[in-house]
């Protein structure tokens, strides 16, 4: 079956058995999101998660001269 990615709009044919396929076909999942853009995500989820992390330690970092 022929896919379009919601983020870029590209068409992509993935395998009608293909478990992605069989969601999509049966409505599980609304949303189809390329390799690339998946990747993509997936990277910068990964980023915001370390830098989330940074942010928290530096506040912690910053409350600690406050109380000095
Ligand atoms: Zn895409």
Known sequence: ???KCVICDTIEKI???CPLAKKLQNRL???YM???CDKRIGDNTKK???S???KLFRKYEVH???LD
Do not use: E
Request: hydrophobic fraction near 20%.
């Open 15 to 17: 395998d009608d058995s």
């Open 48 to 50: 915001r998660h370390k």
């Open 29 to 31: 999942i609304h949303t």
């Open 34 to 36: 390329c390799t690339s």
């Open 52 to 54: 989330g992390n940074f």
């Open 64 to 66: 600690d001269q406050y």
């Open 1 to 3: 079956m022929r896919v």
